[in-house]
């Protein structure tokens, strides 16, 4: 194929790639669990304990799927039961993940880097916003913004599918040291029907346009 064609095979791709490409966010877990499928839950159960709700945060831990790392050091892994708000949201556990500065009114960024490309994120939140500090949200270049907790012995959801997939999300808030996260919950959607039928008719226009451009040439 001449140079030419191939740079413009690419170029059209791209573009039918990006047109395709969709994000939806998710405030209830029923909803986000009927958007995706094969789910894939971290609980934090089996993992071992690190720090505890006064002490002994690090600059990151290693989950199965993924790396929490944070800056300044706030990861910590706890069973602690309703500590400022935060607590285990998993049936039948206690293990919850808490990011906390160990001082007050610092709070932290903290990082999830997954293994491999994902298309879903999901997961329970406590302790956000009782101090009406904003959380803030960043992933595939968006920011946005965690709805506060109502009060202390109540938890939110927050989910994110995305067509294009994406490998990482940050969590940052400025005076808050500590929340917690529990029931992380990531998967790789399955397309809907009309996905592979977008996909095949842009395979079939790039293959048409393509033999076009090699008879004119």
Same mark, same amino acid.
């Given at each position: 194929? /001449? ?44 993992? /071992? ?100 907790? !109502? ?41 809907? /029907? ?15 346009? !393509? ?7």
């Amino acid at each position: 194929m /001449p140079r030419s064609n191939f740079k413009f095979v690419l170029m059209l791709a791209a573009s039918l790639g990006s047109a395709g490409a969709s994000a939806t966010t998710f405030n209830d877990r029923a909803s986000f669990n009927a958007a995706a499928a094969d789910l894939t839950i971290e609980s934090f159960e089996s993992s /071992p304990l690190v720090g505890n709700t006064n002490s002994g945060a690090v600059q990151s831990i290693a989950f199965t799927d993924f790396n929490v790392s944070t800056g300044p050091a706030a990861t910590k892994l706890v069973d602690a039961n309703h500590h400022f708000g935060a607590f285990n949201t998993t049936p039948g556990g206690k293990n919850y993940l808490y990011l906390d500065t160990d001082v007050g009114f610092q709070g932290s960024t903290a990082t999830f880097s997954f293994n491999a490309l994902i298309h879903a994120i999901g997961f329970d939140y406590t302790g956000v916003g009782e101090r009406g500090t904003t959380f803030n949200l960043t992933v595939d270049g968006t920011t946005y913004t965690l709805t506060p907790n !109502v009060d202390l012995n109540s938890f939110g959801f927050w989910g994110y599918t995305s067509a294009a997939g994406f490998t990482s999300f940050t969590l940052s808030t400025s005076l808050d040291s500590g929340y917690s996260l529990d029931q992380v919950t990531y998967t790789v959607p399955i397309p809907e /029907p009309q996905t592979y039928a977008m996909m095949l008719l842009g395979l079939g226009w790039i293959a048409l346009l !393509v033999r076009r451009r090699a008879r004119s040439t």
